[in-house]
């Protein structure tokens, strides 16, 4: 078992557009903070596994294929592997948590 202090990770970032930092990575699954600023975009791509996004501060969208949703603090979308694309587009600044299965 380990433990994360992600508010220390997302403090220690570098102030830019868009920042990654994986603080874990097994056999099965990757873990991830990101920080989106406001007005940015993570621009479509596709994914070849299951990931679980959960937004802990801001606002903005989130797409997936054809479908936009709003998201808020506290909201939870997990994209399947299937999807052809997602993107997410901040209206304020992001901090998101995202969650990879591996196969």
């Not at 992600?6 to 970032?13: D, E, P, R």
């Amino acid at each position: 078992m380990k433990k994360y202090n992600l508010q220390g990770i997302l403090n220690g970032m570098e102030k830019k557009p868009l920042n990654k930092e994986v603080f874990c990575s097994t056999f099965h699954l990757k873990a991830q903070v990101m920080r989106l600023k406001a007005d940015n975009t993570i621009p479509p791509c596709k994914m070849e596994n299951d990931v679980l996004f959960y937004f802990l501060k801001g606002e903005g969208t989130i797409t997936v294929d054809s479908e936009t949703l709003d998201i808020n603090p506290g909201d939870c979308v997990v994209v399947p592997h299937q999807a052809e694309s997602r993107s997410i587009s901040a209206k304020t600044d992001l901090d998101i948590l995202a969650v990879q299965g591996l196969k």
